[in-house]
């Protein structure tokens, strides 16, 4: 019964993230595009939580469809002519983009579904069920299980415990802590870097910028 | 159920990919870009999730920060380049591109490797790279101007 509605939620959704991307690249005006792309994460965002990702969708939600999407809004209002432009009423290179992105998610699909069809336990790196959480049993047996419905039909290898948020901040700040130090000083290096840039052109090129 | 998503994460990246191709706006242009790291980020939480390994969620964390470092610096750049011409438009900073080519040259070859396909795999009729030490902006008009824009800018 939780696996149909689930199922059926996953279904519903993944329809509407691809609705929803696909307004993203049909609207001409930049405002409804940035919108739907808004859209598009918040749906995607339902289908972390189906994945047993609520915290990545959490942060997700606020970051990207909040935050990033304020911000991009605002340069969006601050640097948008009131009607539209010329570049923004045709579409540049329009039919070798879309025969160029449809070979590529069609050869991705294909790949994905050929996956399901051979078994393809092998063509994948096979993980063991749980190396990380607790202690980890090696399980060379378990690496021989070829699909993916196999690993729905038993419960075993996939308890919902180990995906939770409290196994996400364990396994972060311990086999991944240099990661996520990474990240944080990228982050750190990558705001330095945005100050930088719109310091000098305030300082340095308010004359020209007022002539032009 | 996992191959779903992953067929969603890839129409993600197909439809990010056809945005960044067909833009011209710089903003949506970096949107895209966008589109296609949450096309990323959904693959590889479905396959954390198959396989039950938390590496791909701790991944897609370290793809949100990449995101949010991206953002900030593609907005500041983007708000300087709008300083700079007034113009959304990326066809404006057009003359930033290689140039031994004249604009005559270049459509003629792009014409030609459009029309021919894939019969021309003869790689000397490709562009070349301006060589070391010699100025790349070569344009005789257009470009005077601009590079003194650029030098009086900077």
Known sequence: MLDAIETILTVIFSCLTLLTGVGFVIFRQPVYAALSFTATVLM????????EAAYLAAATMVIYACATIIIFLFVLMFAQHSNLQSYELKYSNLGPAVVASTALVMLLTYAIMTRENTQSGIAFLPMPPQPLATSGQPSAGDTAQP???????????????DMSVAALGRVTYTRYLWTIELAGTLLLVAACGAIMIAQRETSGSKSTGVSS | MTNLLLAVGAA????????????????LMFLSLEMMLAGVSLNFIAFGHLYGDLGGQVFVLLILTVAACEAALALSLIVALYRSRGSLDINVWQSLRESTLSDEERSELMAGQLSDGEESTSYGDLPKLTPAGRDPMQFPAAME??????????
């Open chain 2, 12 to 27: 993600m990246f197909g439809i990010g990919m056809l945005g960044f191709l067909t833009r011209r706006n710089l903003i």
């Open chain 1, 44 to 51: 995607a965002t339902v289908l972390y939580i189906l994945q």
């Open chain 1, 147 to 161: 699909t993916e419905t196999a690993a729905n039909a038993e419960p075993a290898p996939l308890p919902g415990p």
């Open chain 2, 145 to 154: 101007t601009s590079s003194r824009d650029l030098i009086h800018k900077a």
